[in-house]
């Protein structure tokens, strides 16, 4: 909510120095809703808690117990991800809807459900990284460090801050063909009604290639750690 506020009033400033009523072809009305949707949407598609819990297990040993049993690390940490970001996004997206509702911004309330398919088809994306990031706690200590630089780098290439098409070419269209912009510019732009289901369905089929190639790394370098690990810690 605190960033929310600041972006918005961020926006309001940005409108009331430029004295015009469009910028980049949108209304301060649609600005406002994309700030305060993006704050929360932002919070949704991003994991850091359970990366540093798969850094810890690495580190202390404590790994060992889930090495034994009858499903993966991945797995382990996936279906806690998930079954945690399913709860708060049920109560946190309460905000920026009651907030949209008030204040009368774009709000299309029936475009929620595949624009959350889409972010949550984006955490197994995040989760492949974070599994990425915690396989190098087999050969490196003081790991935490690699998970706040990455957290950075995607919240600058997600769009939370500033709406990705305000960005000059050729940037913008470097930016909009990764994935990273599937956790907050193409939902949130969608459901505020900036871009239409074309992008929606070429965000699905970015999410899909990334995942695939992130997938076949983290693969290689979890197989390349427990090949050099040694079981004796906790």
């Known amino acids: 909510m605190c960033t929310a506020l600041i972006e918005v009033t961020l926006w309001m400033a940005v409108f009331a120095a430029a004295k015009t009523e469009l910028i980049g072809g949108f209304p301060k009305e649609s600005y406002l809703a994309y700030a305060i949707w993006a704050a929360f949407m932002a919070r949704i598609s991003v994991s850091w808690m359970y ?4 850094i810890e297990e690495i580190d202390s040993g404590s790994i060992n117990h889930l090495l034994v049993r009858p499903f993966t690390f991945f797995e382990y940490y996936l279906s806690q991800m998930m079954g945690y970001k ?12 009651a907030v949209s509702t008030a204040f009368d911004l774009p ?19 995040v989760h492949i990284l974070s599994l990425i990031v915690a396989s190098i706690a087999f050969h490196l200590n003081r790991v935490h460090s690699m998970t706040v630089a990455k957290n950075l780098g995607l919240w600058l290439l997600s769009g939370e801050l500033v709406p990705l098409d305000l960005i000059p070419s050729p940037y913008k269209e470097t930016l909009l063909a990764l994935p990273f912009c599937n956790a907050v510019y193409i939902p949130v732009g969608y459901i505020t009604g900036r871009l239409g289901i074309e992008q929606v369905y070429a965000g699905f089929a970015s999410i899909t290639w990334s995942i695939l190639i992130f997938g076949a790394l983290s693969v290689v370098m979890w197989r390349w750690g427990i090949r050099k690990y040694v079981g004796t810690g906790a």
């Open 51 to 54: 990366e540093f819990r798969m």
């Open 107 to 125: 709000t299309d309330a029936t475009k929620l459900p595949i624009v959350l398919l889409l972010v949550f088809y984006y955490l197994i994306l």
């Open 86 to 97: 399913l709860v708060t996004t049920l109560f946190s997206l309460i905000v920026p809807f």
